[in-house]
């Protein structure tokens, strides 16, 4: 097989979506590996399981940061640790413009809800008090405005009676963790065939 490509992963939480992208990543004809788990905050559950994978990870607290220069530290990490991708996975940062700019095409995120509903947070609430017969999850690519870029892949998850925010989000923690890996390793495989010409 091809090189694979190299992973960075940001978070800023309990990390199961990166456990999801690392475990998939453990498959043979796995096109990507990851390379980085990087984060805002460094007691962030998701990078003690990176650790302990044997993945390095990286941590830079924002606090007292300007958002730019924030941004400039983990593109920098990201960078040095020649990742050809970004999976932002539960990173509640609003990223610049520049740091955006700079991973155009090459930076995924997994939404909770079907985009274009439910921008932002608390996604299952706002699912729920609508009445929807369905929530679910959507892999998009990242653009400067949040949870809007073009929507890769998504799964619906039905919503039951008597659901609360609680119980949906399990269930939708179960669809994104098969959604982003099988999505991402798609996207860089059409990626690397359009590079070699090869398909
Ligand atoms: C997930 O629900 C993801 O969709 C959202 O943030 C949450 C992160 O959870 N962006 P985890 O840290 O991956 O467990």
Same mark, same amino acid.
């Given at each position: 097989m091809a090189e694979r490509a190299k992973l960075a992963v940001l978070l800023s939480g309990r990390g199961s979506n990166m456990a999801a992208l690392l475990y998939a990543a453990k498959a043979q004809d796995c096109p990507y590996a990851i390379?980085?788990? /990087?984060?805002?905050?460094p007691d962030a559950p998701g990078l003690q399981l990176a650790q302990a994978e044997g993945i390095a990870t990286f941590a830079r607290p924002h606090k007292g940061m300007a958002r730019s220069d924030h941004d400039a530290v983990m593109d920098a990490a990201v960078r040095a640790a020649? /990742?050809?991708y970004i999976a932002l996975a539960g990173y509640m940062r609003i990223l610049s413009e520049g740091f955006v700019r700079g991973w155009q095409?090459?930076?995924l995120n997994i939404h909770?809800?079907?985009?274009?509903k439910y921008k932002g947070l608390h996604t299952h609430e706002r699912a729920l008090e609508a009445g929807d017969s369905h929530g679910g999850c959507?892999?998009?690519l990242v653009t400067a405005e949040l949870d809007d870029g073009p929507v890769l892949a998504q799964t619906e998850v039905a919503i039951l009676p008597g659901d609360d925010a609680d119980s949906l989000s399990a269930r939708v923690l179960i669809a994104e963790h098969q959604l982003y890996p099988r999505t991402l390793a798609a996207y860089v495989r059409t990626r690397a065939g359009h590079a070699d010409g090869a398909g």
């Amino acid at each position: 097989m091809a090189e694979r490509a190299k992973l960075a992963v940001l978070l800023s939480g309990r990390g199961s979506n990166m456990a999801a992208l690392l475990y998939a990543a453990k498959a043979q004809d796995c096109p990507y590996a990851i390379v980085l788990v /990087a984060s805002n905050d460094p007691d962030a559950p998701g990078l003690q399981l990176a650790q302990a994978e044997g993945i390095a990870t990286f941590a830079r607290p924002h606090k007292g940061m300007a958002r730019s220069d924030h941004d400039a530290v983990m593109d920098a990490a990201v960078r040095a640790a020649g /990742a050809d991708y970004i999976a932002l996975a539960g990173y509640m940062r609003i990223l610049s413009e520049g740091f955006v700019r700079g991973w155009q095409g090459r930076m995924l995120n997994i939404h909770p809800s079907l985009l274009p509903k439910y921008k932002g947070l608390h996604t299952h609430e706002r699912a729920l008090e609508a009445g929807d017969s369905h929530g679910g999850c959507s892999v998009h690519l990242v653009t400067a405005e949040l949870d809007d870029g073009p929507v890769l892949a998504q799964t619906e998850v039905a919503i039951l009676p008597g659901d609360d925010a609680d119980s949906l989000s399990a269930r939708v923690l179960i669809a994104e963790h098969q959604l982003y890996p099988r999505t991402l390793a798609a996207y860089v495989r059409t990626r690397a065939g359009h590079a070699d010409g090869a398909g």
